[in-house]
């Protein structure tokens, strides 16, 4: 039993983590809101259809950080602002031939996480779902309880929000 | 007045020195107030160096308490600050900088708003602009009996907002200036 | 040709640019914004963004979380208690939240913020900010000094005019009751 559990515990962790990670920007909330949510797979797994299992995880994730997300609004009193690790600067998008191009990626990279953290719901479940994650539309409209022209629609819009948020970045001729 | 200059520059990301399409230094309001040489870096009693990715921050962070603050800093692509106080040292070399700077202000199509002269008081303030819209605004100012300020800000300004700000807000006494650590660039 | 009738607005261009790259609109409506696009540099740059931004979401990482995690759940599900590890519960400024998310997508999963670090950010904010307030203060201290009324003499008149019409003294200080003279 625990067997089977394992595998499949294995099998959706890193989507599941993953999730959590874009929609939270926390990697110790992150670990937090996995551990729950594969622990409620284990405490619900005779319930759970095998069929839907990927959906149920994900929709549970999303649930629990959301909570989580209430939570610690009612704690902080800081509004949403970009942060930046230094140590990151060393890990840049190395496909770029020089620096000067890779200063450039990374900045870019930077602020569109900076904009996905600004999109709200339900954009940027969907956002992340299919454009991070690979999810057909289909598998996320069953996530997020949605019909799936609906996440077209989610996605198109989140997008050109992103877009708008990163309108400074429009080439110019 | 302590001799120990208080410098405030916060550059919060370290980019590559040449690295980034949008950086303040290619925007058309930019002035590149350490080239031109004012004053001696090292005896500034302010100096203040703001780029785009700390002024979002600083726009996100202020949203809640001070909205009119924070619209303001979200249009703004950088600000730069120097003040250099002037008791007793030569003016005459600094107004010679000053008119310098004035001067480079001109040749680089910026357009002279005001132009004040008082008693050895002098104040410029030159605006950037494209079409219709401003997109820099400096201000030189010498006070022989106090100090000199070079201000340059880039990006999306509304003057009016600025000056009403501006004037809300008061310049604490030298002892309450925060200090910061300085980041290289 | 174009027909008139038919042209798209930028507005509603912009509107279709994402779908257009999905290539999710009917084949009409493909063709009318595929008509914009070649005929509108500004749409068409619009277009590169967005083109761009899909590109980098896609090549953003998907970590995995640490076997530590994986093996706590399996140990309570063996049947020993397992208590969430103890987190230094400092306010969750999201200022650190999306430095951690940043070091996640420019670093891949092994880079984390620690708290310490996230801490030194949201000073360098904090700091960052009452330098933004000094900037402004320092601006208004000169104008206010020179007698200036920066709205009227900023935006209504944008010359250099004599004293006597330009410099308004509705913000001046006790020692501003000098006259001025402009040059």
């Given at each position: 039993m625990l067997t089977?559990?394992?595998?499949?515990?294995?099998?959706?962790?890193?989507?599941?983590?993953?999730?959590?990670?874009?929609?939270?920007?926390?990697?110790?909330?992150?670990?937090?809101?996995?551990?729950?949510?594969l622990l409620r797979l284990w405490r619900h797994r005779q319930g759970v259809d095998e069929e839907r299992l990927g959906s149920w995880l994900l929709r549970v994730t999303r649930n629990a950080c959301y909570d989580l997300l209430r939570k610690r609004r009612s704690e902080s009193a800081a509004g949403l602002a970009?942060?930046?690790?230094?140590?990151?600067?060393?890990?840049?998008?190395?496909?770029?031939?020089?620096?000067?191009?890779?200063?450039?990626?990374?900045?870019?990279?930077?602020?569109?996480?900076?904009?996905?953290?600004?999109?709200?719901?339900?954009?940027?479940?969907?956002?992340?779902?299919?454009?991070?994650?690979?999810?057909?539309?289909?598998?996320?409209?069953?996530?997020?309880?949605?019909?799936?022209?609906t996440v077209r629609v989610h996605l198109h819009r989140g997008r050109k929000r992103l877009r708008e948020l990163m309108k400074e970045d429009v080439p110019h001729e | 007045m302590s001799a120990k200059p208080i410098a405030l520059t916060v550059v919060l990301f370290c980019l590559a020195a040449a690295g980034w399409a949008q950086k303040p230094e290619s925007q058309p309001g930019y002035v590149p107030i350490?080239?031109?040489?004012?004053?001696?870096?090292?005896?500034?009693?302010?100096?203040?160096?703001i780029g785009p990715p700390l002024l979002r921050m600083i726009a996100a962070g202020t949203k809640q308490d001070d909205p009119g603050f924070s619209a303001v800093m979200d249009g703004l692509k950088s600000i730069q600050v120097q003040v250099f106080p002037v008791k007793g040292v030569d003016t005459g070399a600094v107004k010679t900088k000053i008119d310098r700077a004035v001067h480079w202000l001109e040749g680089h199509g910026w357009q002279s708003t005001v132009k004040v002269r008082d008693q050895g008081q002098e104040t410029y303030v030159y605006l950037k602009m494209t079409g219709d819209r401003i997109e820099g605004l400096t201000l030189l100012s010498l006070d022989p009996k106090d100090e000199a300020v070079v201000i340059n800000i880039v990006g999306r300004i509304d003057p009016a907002e600025l000056g009403r700000l501006g004037q809300s807000?008061?310049?604490?006494?030298?002892?309450n200036v925060p200090t910061g650590k300085k980041k290289p660039e | 040709m174009n027909r008139p009738h038919d042209a798209l607005p930028c507005e509603e261009a912009l509107d279709l640019l994402e779908p257009y790259l999905d290539a999710d609109l009917p084949p009409g409506e493909m063709d009318r914004v595929r008509r914009h696009l070649e005929a509108c540099s500004a749409c068409a740059a619009e277009l590169s963004l967005a083109a761009r931004i899909q590109r980098e979401l896609r090549a953003?990482?998907?970590?995995?979380?640490?076997?530590?995690?994986?093996?706590?759940?399996r140990r309570a599900g063996r049947g020993e208690v397992v208590p969430f590890p103890a987190r230094e519960r400092a306010?969750?400024?999201?200022?650190?939240?999306?430095?951690?998310?940043?070091?996640?997508?420019?670093?891949?999963?092994?880079?984390?913020?620690?708290?310490?670090?996230?801490?030194?950010?949201?000073e360098q904010v904090a700091q960052a900010t009452r330098e933004a307030r000094l900037a402004l203060a320092y601006f208004g201290k000169v104008t206010r000094k020179a007698g200036l009324d920066v709205r009227d003499e900023v935006l209504e008149k944008r010359l250099v005019v004599p004293v006597a019409r330009s410099v308004s003294r509705s913000l001046g200080t006790a020692d501003d009751a000098e006259p001025r003279k402009e040059l």
């Open positions: 089977a559990f394992e595998d499949t515990a294995q099998r959706y962790r890193r989507r599941v983590y993953s999730f959590a990670r874009y929609l939270l920007s926390s990697r110790e909330e992150a670990e937090d809101v996995t551990q729950e949510v970009p942060g930046f690790d230094d140590e990151a600067e060393e890990e840049v998008a190395s496909a770029e031939p020089d620096p000067q191009s890779r200063a450039e990626a990374t900045d870019f990279r930077r602020r569109l996480l900076v904009a996905l953290a600004e999109i709200g719901e339900p954009y940027k479940s969907v956002v992340i779902l299919r454009e991070v994650q690979g999810l057909p539309h289909r598998e996320i409209g069953e996530t997020l309880g949605i019909p799936e022209v | 350490d080239e031109l040489g004012l004053f001696p870096r090292d005896k500034l009693e302010v100096e203040i160096n807000l008061h310049v604490p006494q030298l002892k | 953003l990482p998907q970590p995995d979380c640490p076997p530590e995690v994986i093996e706590r759940v306010p969750r400024w999201r200022i650190a939240a999306a430095a951690a998310l940043v070091a996640l997508a420019v670093g891949g999963g092994a880079l984390g913020v620690h708290i310490q670090h996230v801490r030194q950010q949201q």
